[in-house]
């Protein structure tokens, strides 16, 4: 079973225990099928973004900390090779490390992406609170915000409220890569 599929069995496991909720009880919650639940927890299945984006909000939870293993991220050491390492397709397919994860004195996780040509990806809206902000590192790409999808070619970004459908859309002949750091709003009280 490769790592990341290993991390998010495992935090899947964790938070169902911490809430005690049943498969059924996490099922409705999160919007995924209890059948993918199961799969997920037992490392059979490699869950997609969308996925993993209704489980972080049934949970209350960022993307990263579905994703990372538990061993904390230190100050001051540098992260190799970002492209290497963190790089991944922002399709559908199985998401890849946050260059930063989520860390509770932020309160925001940042993710590379890359988007290749013709790929197109809807999200749901994030849980309240949530922003992202993208930066295109290189070549042009679309986000759908409000509705309309916005041009942005490379070295220029935008901040936008995530807690509303959104997408990212890649038209052109070369893939684009981009940076999205994502804000999470303060829990400020938990029933
Ligand atoms: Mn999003």
Known sequence: MQEINQNIAKHLKQQRQQKNWSLDRTANETGVSKAMLGQIERGESSPTIT????????????????????KEQ????????VLEQHKYLADDKAPAPAIFPYDDRFGFEMFEFILEPGVERLSDPHRSGVTEHVIVISGTMELLIDGQWLTLASGEAIRFSADQSHGYRNLSEQAAVFHNII?????????
């Open 183 to 191: 804000h999470y709003a303060k829990v400020v009280s938990e029933v």
């Open 74 to 81: 230190n100050d001051s050491t540098v992260i190799r090779p």
């Open 51 to 70: 996925t993993l984006w209704k489980i972080a909000t049934g949970f209350q939870l960022s993307l990263s900390s579905l994703i990372e293993s538990s």
